[in-house]
Nanobody, 121 residues
Framework: VQLQASGGGLVQPGGSLRLSCTASGFTLDYYNIGWFRQAPGKEREGVSC????????YYGDSVKGRFTISRDNDKNTVYLQMNSLKPEDTAVYYCATNCRIVSGHYDYDYRGQGTQVTVSS
């Protein structure tokens, strides 16, 4: 079971990036799948979660209207399109299975390795 994230990099404020996360060893569309991020010295922050049951979505307040999660079942891949990026979006981004919101806290069962996103001029 593996989640391979990619697509991070350095981008200027206002720019865009698309992160990808490809699963191997299991079928992504059977599980909730999402993204969270962690910046140095800060707590984990839930970014997004896509429901396997009904394709409903969750977005953290700080990214609503700017980020979009989607899934390509044929490629067993989930994406995070990030637009209008801000310096405060700088973090390591992780994809995770069985994401869920429990008492306002973003939780998950398994995560892959992260990909660094840096927003700076």
């Amino acid at each position: 079971v593996q989640l391979q994230a990619s697509g991070g990099g350095l981008v200027q404020p206002g720019g865009s990036l698309r992160l990808s996360c490809t699963a191997s060893g299991f079928t992504l569309d059977y599980y909730n799948i999402g993204w969270f991020r962690q910046a140095p010295g800060k707590e984990r922050e839930g970014v997004s979660c896509l429901s396997a049951a009904d394709d409903s979505t969750y977005y953290g307040d700080s990214v609503k209207g700017r980020f979009t999660i989607s899934r390509d079942n044929d490629k067993n891949t989930v994406y995070l399109q990030m637009n209008s990026l801000k310096p405060e979006d700088t973090a390591v981004y992780y994809c995770a299975t069985n994401c869920r919101i429990v008492s306002g806290h973003y939780d998950y069962d398994y995560r892959g390795q992260g990909t660094q996103v840096t927003v700076s001029s």
